[in-house]
């Protein structure tokens, strides 16, 4: 079995900063894009940013400049560091990872999902 455990939420004032982690573990040979998606109360889930295998990126206009994803290949590990944090960024943050089987279809996990708050 797959699994995605994050780390890394917490409670912080406005202006700081949080590194998520999230790593993956299990029947794993190679993992594809991995990403980041967060939900605030009373809203949609909405892609926050996203890192391909190759190293590209795209990000949720309003982080952008502020929130950086990395990922860690040999450790199946992906991050968020996220900088100058505003109020709007609470969340809970979910990882995902898009991962071939076998015969190369892809599944997409996620996370259990990690608590963000960002007070005024």
């Known amino acids: 079995q797959v699994q995605l455990v994050e780390s890394g939420g917490g409670l912080v004032q406005a202006g700081e900063s949080l590194r998520l982690s999230c790593v993956a573990s299990?029947?794993?040979?190679?993992?594809?894009?991995m990403g980041w998606y967060r939900q605030a109360p009373g809203k949609e889930r909405e892609l926050v940013a996203a890192?391909?295998?190759?190293?590209?990126?795209n990000y949720l206009d309003s982080v952008k400049g502020r929130f950086t994803i990395s990922r860690d290949n040999a450790k199946n590990t992906v991050y968020l560091q996220m900088n100058s944090l505003k109020p709007e960024d609470t969340a809970v943050y979910y990882c995902n990872a898009d991962i071939p089987n076998w015969s190369g279809v892809l599944t997409r996990y996620w996370g259990q999902g990690t608590q963000v708050t960002v007070s005024s």
């Open positions: 890192i391909r295998s190759g190293g590209n990126t």
């Open positions: 299990g029947s794993i040979f190679s993992i594809n894009a």
